[in-house]
């Protein structure tokens, strides 16, 4: 079993569509969790930072994290065409400056419009 | 947020040449920088992590004699595939952490290396 797993879809939604990403994960260690986007032939850019439980909104970005169920989500409000790329969900349980962030396979997104 | 800068972007070499990817933290000192590969429609997988001042970190099945790593300042990590063969085509990308910063990661745009 992948410590982190994530469907890679593809998913495909009509713009303005709510998105939901989700990964799980078997290391409770975990308490760092990061979702990246990826363009295609461009490297990951870091959309949400959350640390342990709890939700954190940055503009049509939602993140939650469920440590008791070991399940992180991303929601994408008002989903545009630009947000199709693929969603990569990363996580870290350890501490001090070379802790290593476990990747999911990513979810590839199109918002058809 | 924070910048990384990688160079080249793409890059075409002769089989058995080598090739040097550059990557620079533009407005924060990292004293961790990682290195990454990224097949088609795959997820990233490390290659090493590069620490200021100090030899690399290599993950298991990573030849470090071939992807020689040299993290000689704070804002500067470079890759060096040498004697390149066209298996070694692939897209690298490096990250880079703040120093003293939390677990989050910034990535340059990546190089894609095309050996022919």
């Known amino acids: 079993q992948k410590e982190v797993e994530q469907d890679p879809g593809p998913l495909s939604v009509p713009e303005g569509a709510i998105v939901s990403l989700n990964c799980t994960y078997s290391?409770?260690?975990?308490?760092?969790f990061m979702w990246y986007r990826q363009y295609s032939r461009k490297g990951p850019e870091l959309l949400m930072y959350?640390?342990s439980s709890g939700n954190k909104e940055d503009g049509r970005f939602t993140a939650q994290v469920d440590k008791s169920s070991k399940y992180i989500s991303l929601f994408i409000r008002d989903s545009q065409p630009s947000d199709s790329a693929t969603y990569l969900c990363?996580?870290?349980?350890?501490?001090?400056?070379?802790?290593?962030?476990?990747w999911g396979l990513g979810t590839s997104l199109a918002v058809n419009p | 947020g924070a910048v990384v800068s990688q160079h080249p972007s793409w890059v075409i070499c002769k089989s058995g040449t080598s090739v040097k990817i550059e990557c620079r933290s533009l407005d924060f000192q990292a004293t961790t920088m990682f290195w990454y590969r990224q097949f088609p429609k795959q997820s990233l997988m490390l290659m090493a992590t590069s620490n200021e001042g100090s030899k690399a970190t290599y993950e298991q099945g990573v030849e470090k004699d071939k992807f020689l790593i040299n993290h000689a300042s704070l804002t500067l990590s470079t890759l060096t595939v040498t004697s390149a063969h066209p298996e070694d085509s692939s897209f690298y990308i490096c990250s880079a952490r703040l120093w003293g910063g939390g677990s989050e990661a910034f990535f340059g745009q990546g190089t894609r290396l095309t050996v022919v």
């Open positions: 959350t640390y």
């Open positions: 990363a996580m870290s349980a350890q501490t001090g400056n070379n802790r290593k962030l476990i």
């Open positions: 290391n409770s260690a975990f308490q760092y």
